[in-house]
T-cell receptor, first 116, second 114 residues
Framework: GAGVSQSPSNKVTEKGKDVELRCDPISGHTALYWYRQSLGQGLEFLIYFQGNSAPDKSGLPSDRFSAERTGGSVSTLTIQRTQQEDSAVYLC??????????????FGEGSRLTVL | AQSVTQLGSHVSVSEGALVLLRCNYSSSVPPYLFWYVQYPNQGLQLLLKYTSAATLVKGINGFEAEFKKSETSFHLTKPSAHMSDAAEYFCAVSPYSSASKIIFGSGTRLSIRP
C-alpha cells in the first residue's frame, strides 16, 4: 500500500502478557517514529529511528518497552509484562528525510491496545 | 529541550464563527512548528508547518497560523468555521538545527455548533 501500515489494528491482552505491534513505513522513508495516544493525553513520544543512526529511546516509559527496526524498514514495538496503564493507541509515523528538514510525518491508523 | 502547550483541551464555536486554537512553544534553538489534524476515526495528517520562511503560514481547508517569536506562539486560525472542521488539533515542535524528534502538544478538540 501507499501509506503507513500498522498491525494489529486492535489487540486485547491480559495483564502480564507480552505484545508486539508492527509498523510498515512508506517505502523509502528513512525516519520512523512511535507515539502513544491515550485518552486526554495527546501524543506521547516513545522512540525515533533515523536511518542507520542509534535510535532516540528517550520517550520509552519503562524497560518493559522496546523497539527495533530491521533493515531500515519494518519496525516492531514490544511491550513486555503488559500493565493496564499500557492501554492506549500506539501510532507509528514515517518521514521521507531528516524530519527536522521536512517536518511532515505520515501516520498510520494506529494499533489500539487494551490490557485487561 | 523543546515543548508545546496547547491552551484549552476543548474549544466550541458556532458555524461561521472565527476559530482560534492556541499554541505556545518552548525551544532552546530556533524551531520548526506544525499543526496536525485528526478527524474522527482517521489518522493524523499535516495541516501546515512553519520552517523559518514566512511567519504567516497557510494550510489546507482555509487554516493559517502565525509564528510570533516575541510571544513564542503559533496560534491556528480560520475566519469562518465549517461543520467539517470538527476534529482534534495538535501543535508540534522540532528543532531545525538537526534531525530530531517532533514533540506534540496535548491536543485541542474543536466542536462546531450548528
Amino acid at each position: 500500500g501507499a501509506g503507513v501500515s500498522q498491525s494489529p489494528s486492535n489487540k486485547v491482552t491480559e495483564k502480564g502478557k507480552d505484545v508486539e505491534l508492527r509498523c510498515d513505513p512508506i517505502s523509502g522513508h528513512t525516519a520512523l517514529y512511535w507515539y502513544r495516544q491515550s485518552l486526554g493525553q495527546g501524543l506521547e513520544f516513545l522512540i525515533y529511528f533515523q536511518g542507520n543512526s542509534a535510535p532516540d529511546k528517550s520517550g520509552l516509559p519503562s524497560d518493559r518497552f522496546s523497539a527495533e527496526r530491521t533493515g531500515g524498514s519494518v519496525s516492531t514495538l514490544t511491550i513486555q509484562r503488559t500493565q493496564q496503564e499500557d492501554s492506549a493507541v500506539y501510532l507509528c509515523a514515517s518521514s521521507p528525510r531528516r524530519t527536522g528538514k521536512t517536518g511532515e510525518l505520515f501516520f498510520g491508523e494506529g494499533s489500539r491496545l487494551t490490557v485487561l | 529541550a523543546q515543548s508545546v502547550t496547547q491552551l484549552g483541551s476543548h474549544v466550541s464555536v458556532s458555524e461561521g464563527a472565527l476559530v482560534l486554537l492556541r499554541c505556545n512553544y518552548s525551544s532552546s534553538v530556533p524551531p520548526y512548528l506544525f499543526w496536525y489534524v485528526q478527524y474522527p476515526n482517521q489518522g493524523l495528517q499535516l495541516l501546515l508547518k512553519y520552517t523559518s520562511a514566512a511567519t504567516l503560514v497557510k494550510g489546507i481547508n482555509g487554516f493559517e497560523a502565525e509564528f510570533k517569536k516575541s510571544e513564542t506562539s503559533f496560534h491556528l486560525t480560520k475566519p469562518s468555521a465549517h461543520m467539517s472542521d470538527a476534529a482534534e488539533y495538535f501543535c508540534a515542535v522540532s528543532p531545525y538545527s538537526s534531525a530530531s524528534k517532533i514533540i506534540f502538544g496535548s491536543g485541542t478538540r474543536l466542536s462546531i455548533r450548528p
